[in-house]
Protein backbone atom coordinates (compact mmCIF):
# COMPACT_ATOMS: atom_id res chain seq x y z
CA UNK A 1 0.00 0.00 0.00
CA UNK A 2 1.22 3.58 -1.10
CA UNK A 3 2.25 6.00 1.52
CA UNK A 4 -0.31 8.34 0.49
CA UNK A 5 -2.87 5.95 0.56
CA UNK A 6 -1.69 5.24 4.44
CA UNK A 7 -1.78 8.82 4.78
CA UNK A 8 -5.53 9.75 3.64
CA UNK A 9 -6.84 7.00 5.47
CA UNK A 10 -4.86 8.11 8.50
CA UNK A 11 -6.84 11.58 8.14
CA UNK A 12 -10.40 9.75 7.20
CA UNK A 13 -9.59 7.37 10.32
CA UNK A 14 -9.34 10.14 12.72
CA UNK A 15 -12.03 12.12 11.31
CA UNK A 16 -14.38 8.95 11.31
CA UNK A 17 -13.51 7.48 14.47
CA UNK A 18 -11.61 4.72 15.00
CA UNK A 19 -14.62 2.06 14.00
CA UNK A 20 -14.58 3.63 10.42
CA UNK A 21 -10.95 3.74 10.21
CA UNK A 22 -10.25 0.16 11.32
CA UNK A 23 -13.29 -0.77 8.85
CA UNK A 24 -11.29 1.33 6.11
CA UNK A 25 -8.06 0.20 6.76
CA UNK A 26 -9.49 -3.71 6.11
CA UNK A 27 -10.83 -2.70 3.06
CA UNK A 28 -7.54 -0.87 1.92
CA UNK A 29 -6.18 -4.18 2.80
CA UNK A 30 -8.37 -6.30 1.10
CA UNK A 31 -8.24 -4.70 -2.29
CA UNK A 32 -4.30 -3.80 -2.07
CA UNK A 33 -3.29 -7.59 -2.05
Request: aromatic share 4%; glycine share 10%; hydrophobic share 40%.
Amino acid sequence: MSTALSTMAGKLASRLGMDAGTDLMNTLKKYSI
